[in-house]
T-cell receptor, first 110, second 116 residues
């Protein structure tokens, strides 16, 4: 069974701090996506990574796909209260299964 | 343009009753997904529709759950004889591409189901 494990599950930090969220698997994924969800809303796509070793930047957010395409990380620089939310990684496994990680709840305090 | 809409936004039902949840995907999106989410948790895949192909029902937790998609557009998720453990937010998403692609999934706001 392919799984995506996210860590940490919960993170509470002060505005201005940096943080990294991890999404790991023992299996290879053809692509990984990161979504962010705010309370009462559906998730919204942040980025898609498809190439091993790929790094993508979205303003203060940096996403990396592992060389072996088994893991990914999301790094936020100088976090702001608007970054608060549930961060979800999502992958399409080699059997076509749709797999979401269990999520990382980020709280950024002003 | 209009996004994915879901109705009702909230549903409270008594244990044992049947419920129907509706999803209106973005026009032209061939793929439609249903997920279930417990409070603060990740998404649990339920069912996937792609065009006219047979749906992938592998995520449905029991035979009390069923879904249909009429005319390749609107979808209804039905839960029969609801149980308290069915309480969750049910999210619908649609996409231009098929499963396994890198297409973005567009999510609706969800239906919060509470079984008392």
């Amino acid at each position: 069974t392919q799984l995506l494990e996210q860590s940490p599950q919960f993170l509470s930090i002060q505005e201005g701090e940096n943080l990294t969220v991890y999404c790991n698997s023992s299996s290879v994924f053809s692509s990984l996506q990161w979504y962010r969800q705010e309370p009462g809303e559906g998730p919204v796509l942040l980025v898609t990574v498809v190439t091993g070793g790929e790094v993508k930047k979205l303003k203060r957010l940096t996403f990396q796909f592992g060389d072996a395409r088994k893991d990914s990380s999301l790094h936020i620089t100088a976090a702001q209260p608007g970054d608060t939310g549930l961060y979800l990684c999502y992958g399409s496994g080699n059997t076509g299964k749709l797999i979401f990680g269990q999520g990382t709840t980020l709280q950024v305090k002003p | 343009g209009a996004g994915v809409s879901q109705s009702p936004s909230n549903k409270v039902t008594e244990k044992g009753k049947d419920v129907e949840l509706r999803c209106d995907p973005i026009s032209g999106h061939t793929a439609l997904y249903w997920y279930r989410q417990s409070l603060g948790q990740g998404l649990e895949f339920l069912i996937y529709f792609q065009g006219n192909s047979a749906p992938d029902k592998s995520g449905l937790p029991s035979d009390r759950f069923s879904a249909e998609r009429t005319g390749g557009s609107v979808s209804t998720l039905t839960i029969q004889r609801t149980q308290q453990e069915d309480s969750a937010v049910y999210l619908c998403a649609s996409s231009l591409g098929s499963r396994g692609s890198t297409y973005e999934q567009y999510f609706g706001p969800g239906t919060r189901l509470t079984v008392t």
